[in-house]
T-cell receptor
Framework: ETGVTQSPTHLIKTRGQQVTLRCSSQ?????VSWYQQALGQGPQFIFQ???????GRGNFPPRFSGLQFPNYSSELNVNALELDDSALYLC???????????FGSGTRLPVV | QKEVEQDPGPLSVPEGAIVSLNCTYS??????FMWYRQYSRKGPELLMY????GNKEDGRFTAQVDKSSKYISLFIRDSQPSDSATYLC??????????FGTGTRLTVIP
């Protein structure tokens, strides 16, 4: 299977709820990054995982957390959702040391 | 000051026009420069990347980097309606994350 796949593609949450988003990396890629893209903005780096460890983090609070599994797939968890968390959440995979990131189509998450 | 600044547009051009998209960046340590294209309701798709000053050409697309001015450009020749999308510049330092511009929304009118 090629390409980065994300699930679900769209879901709606209410303020205070928790959400888990999932990502399967492209075949041969061992690094996964998560980005948040608010409407009309460029993607903002949340964090990156390499060999199941967090390998860099952007300016996001601890209620944003993640996991990477032995097959390089990944999860993004967000606790205590706020209205400002409404965004498109993008997963990108790459090979360690490369700058060619392959993005998935994202999960659209409105928080109401 | 944001790491990367990009004019959000929108930009509308007639089919066949030459399109110029631009970004400026603040940190001279940035090493890798990329342009992504994002269609509506899709993830960004890597168009071009470069790591040195000068021009890099790929078909109708030319990426230009001027490190002395901290300025990067993407030129699209003979623009087509299928080029209508949002174009994002992205810059990477030696660290793990990409810094993206806001994106410029381009519409090519048939």
């Amino acid at each position: 299977e090629t390409g980065v796949t994300q699930s679900p593609t769209h879901l709606i949450k209410t303020r205070g709820q928790q959400v888990t988003l999932r990502c399967s990396s492209q075949s041969g890629h061992n690094t996964v990054s998560w980005y948040q893209q608010a409407l009309g903005q460029g993607p903002q780096f949340i964090f990156q995982y390499y060999r199941e460890e967090e390998n860099g983090r952007g300016n996001f609070p601890p209620r944003f957390s993640g996991l990477q599994f032995p097959n390089y797939s990944s999860e993004l968890n967000v606790n205590a959702l706020e209205l400002d968390d409404s965004a498109l959440y993008l997963c990108a995979s790459s090979s360690a040391g490369s700058y060619g990131y392959t993005f998935g189509s994202g999960t659209r998450l409105p928080v109401v | 000051q944001k790491e990367v600044e990009q004019d959000p547009g929108p930009l509308s051009v007639p089919e066949g026009a030459i399109v110029s998209l631009n970004c400026t960046y603040s940190n001279s340590a940035f090493q890798y420069f990329m342009w992504y294209r994002q269609y509506s309701r899709k993830g960004p798709e890597l168009l071009m990347y470069t790591y040195s000053s000068g021009n890099k050409e790929d078909g109708r697309f030319t990426a230009q980097v001027d490190k002395s001015s901290k300025y990067i450009s993407l030129f699209i020749r003979d623009s087509q309606p299928s080029d209508s999308a949002t174009y994002l510049c992205a810059i990477k330092s030696g660290a793990n994350n990409l810094f993206f511009g806001t994106g410029t929304r381009l519409t090519v009118i048939p």
